[in-house]
């Protein structure tokens, strides 16, 4: 007997289904932590590769190697450029390092400057841009965010984004190995699809009257009245999306990861890169934005054996 029900086809938890305003993902809410650190960092894609690691979950496979794939991400320096502080939900006051050698790199002139009071603050932010420039493809135009900064009060806050104003600051120094964190990027872009690939609805029978491609049933009020709810043709990919709770497996140098030849449609990796386990949101080369994750996951450094770096060309 034939299946006369199933749950519909395509989520409606993703919508609407557009293309991303910006590459540069927004971060809205930042995860609490008592340790003076920036709560967040920024690589690009380089691709994946094999590594092999001694299981530590409560799977059948514990205490034994396993090999699983892991996305490269490259992680050069991040400079700080600003402090930025809020009060009562709002911008309060912008205070912009006064180096001309980041000012030019950034095209801004300072008009003012202006000092911060742990006082007159609720919460303090960091300002930085990433430098795409140092790796290992043609980008060259900075792009800026803006970081959420540990610590127990805004006064510790305050005093650990001074000390680091208009200084660089490694991945290392903000993430460590076995850390969880929360990946932020704008999806691999599809262009317009039609409903059957952009919902996975089913292709109609051959003797069906019009075409295949298409849903049998717009709905019960017609052309004029169709809801939002019913697969239709339009945008497929490069759209805004983040993934909880990814593995950082280790912060790996150039030697470690580069394959003979390098990453194909990247290049070669030349700084430190985190190995994150699994496949992250969107293509290589484009922009990951990283926060410490907002679900507490316990910390455990993981034992990585190999990188299985052979020529992937």
């Not at 994946?48 to 034994?64: A, F, G, L, V």
């Not at 704008?186 to 996975?200: E, L």
């Not at 075409?211 to 009245?225: D, L, S, T």
């Not at 496949?279 to 290589?284: H, M, V």
Request: charged fraction near 30%; glycine fraction near 10%.
């Amino acid at each position: 007997m034939a299946k006369h029900n199933r749950p519909r086809k395509g989520s409606l938890a993703f919508n609407p289904r557009k293309r991303a305003n910006k590459q540069t993902p927004t971060i809205n809410f930042w995860a609490e932590r008592e340790e003076p650190s920036l709560l967040g960092f920024a690589g690009y894609k380089a691709g994946m590769t094999t590594i092999s690691y001694i299981d530590d979950s409560n799977s059948p496979n514990k205490n034994t190697e396993v090999f699983i794939g892991a996305t490269i991400v490259e992680a050069p320096s991040l400079v700080i450029y600003g402090i930025r502080a809020f009060k009562d939900g709002q911008i309060k006051t912008d205070k912009i390092c006064t180096d001309e050698k980041i000012l030019k790199e950034m095209g801004m002139k300072l008009k003012k400057k202006n000092e911060i009071k742990a006082e007159d603050a609720d919460d303090i932010f960091v300002l930085a841009y990433t430098r795409p420039s140092k790796c290992g493809f043609g980008k060259k135009h900075i792009e800026k965010m803006m970081i959420g900064v540990g610590g127990k009060d805004t006064k510790a806050k305050l005093d650990y984004a001074n000390s680091i104003l208009g200084k660089e600051v490694k991945a290392s120094e903000a993430i460590k190995p076995g850390e969880y964190v929360d990946t932020f990027a704008v999806s691999i872009g599809r262009g317009w699809q039609g409903q059957v690939k952009r919902f996975g609805t089913s292709i109609q029978r051959r003797k069906a009257t019009g075409k295949r491609r298409h849903i049998g049933n717009m709905g019960a009020f017609g052309a004029h009245g169709v809801h939002h709810t019913v697969p239709m043709a339009g945008q497929m990919g490069y759209h805004n999306r983040h993934e909880l709770n990814k593995r950082v497996m280790k912060i790996a140098t150039p030697e470690e990861v580069n394959p003979s030849g390098g990453f194909p449609h990247y290049g070669v990796v030349k700084n430190e890169c985190l190995l994150i386990l699994g496949s992250i949101t969107g293509p290589k080369k484009r922009l990951i934005r990283m926060r410490k994750a907002v679900r507490k996951a316990e910390i455990k450094a993981p034992d990585v054996k190999e990188i299985l770096n052979t020529p992937q060309n």
